[in-house]
């Protein structure tokens, strides 16, 4: 939602136009495709990490198993299979070195911030202006998320 919501805002009433260029769209769904498994990483690590910390939760392999099992739902339903590889290696690269006890207090979305601007399909000129803005965007949705599951979490004790 992020994506689109900052497509719409960057292209102004255009947007209509935008979206019925074919092209445009297949940049719009690789973008996403990344974004989307940045997100997916990112999300997981903070799941699992907060509930280590916060809940005695130890079982971090299930970060692994739920992961892999989400990521391979979204092959079948169309994740390209670039996006699909380079996720698959960045989290296998953050796995192997994950600080489970405060990776949830360190800034966790932070690559996937970084991936809604750099795979958005803006020109580079124009995303500079906003690298600031959009980076920020994120994070506070992110935020929200923290927030709900913290609160859905408060009474889980492994």
């Not at 580079?124 to 600031?132: F, G």
């Amino acid at each position: 939602m992020t994506l689109y919501g900052y497509l719409k805002t960057r292209m102004g009433a255009k947007h209509i136009l935008m979206f019925e260029d074919k092209d445009f769209l297949k940049s719009i769904n690789i973008a996403k495709w990344h974004i989307y498994g940045n997100s997916l990483v990112d999300c997981t690590f903070f799941c699992f990490s907060y509930l280590y910390k916060e809940r005695n939760f130890s079982d971090t392999k299930e970060a692994n198993r739920i992961f892999f099992e989400i990521l391979n739902t979204e092959k079948a339903n169309g994740m390209n299979l670039e996006a699909f590889e380079n996720v698959t290696k960045e989290f296998n690269l953050r796995y192997e070195k994950m600080n489970w006890l405060n990776y949830c207090d360190n800034n966790p979305f932070q690559t996937s911030s970084n991936a809604l601007y750099s795979w958005s399909p803006i020109a580079e000129e124009l995303k500079k202006l906003d690298k600031k803005i959009v980076i920020n965007s994120m994070v506070l949705k992110w935020n929200n998320v923290q927030t709900d599951f913290k609160r859905l979490t408060s009474k889980f004790n492994s």
